[in-house]
């Protein structure tokens, strides 16, 4: 689906279908830009489990990341996308539910 901007010129929409893991460093540039709260961060174990973040179990996480939160509030503008350092981010121009 195809859209137009306030001065007629078409757009189409990317919206945010996953993150990476593997590649995202949890820098939270997506997130400062997100005005819809798209993603949430959150830490991950040893094992690769993804949990919710708690100051008193920090020492116990390999690391931070971002991940989907709401998808479904997502507006497609990009702009996580233009920020995200490590490109870890898919887009795509999916079909709005009805």
Same mark, same amino acid.
Not at 13 to 42: H, N, W
Not at 61 to 90: F, H, W, Y
Not at 91 to 96: G, I, T, V
């Given at each position: 689906?195809?859209?137009?901007?306030?001065?007629?010129?078409?757009?189409?929409?990317?919206?945010?279908?996953?993150?990476?893991?593997?590649?995202?460093?949890?820098?939270?540039?997506?997130?400062? @830009?997100?005005?819809?709260?798209?993603?949430?961060?959150?830490?991950?174990?040893?094992?690769?489990?993804? @949990?919710?973040?708690?100051?008193?179990?920090?020492?116990?996480?390999?690391?931070?990341?971002?991940?989907?939160?709401?998808?479904?509030?997502?507006?497609?503008?990009?702009?996580?996308?233009?920020?995200?350092?490590?490109?870890?981010?898919?887009?795509?121009?999916?079909?709005?539910?009805?």
């Amino acid at each position: 689906m195809s859209f137009v901007t306030r001065d007629g010129r078409e757009w189409t929409p990317e919206y945010l279908v996953s993150i990476d893991p593997k590649k995202c460093i949890g820098c939270g540039r997506c997130y400062k @830009v997100c005005a819809r709260s798209v993603m949430t961060l959150r830490g991950v174990t040893e094992d690769g489990e993804f @949990v919710d973040l708690d100051d008193e179990d920090d020492d116990e996480l390999e690391r931070k990341v971002m991940v989907l939160g709401d998808a479904g509030n997502c507006i497609g503008c990009g702009a996580c996308a233009r920020v995200c350092p490590t490109g870890s981010q898919t887009h795509a121009a999916e079909a709005l539910a009805a």
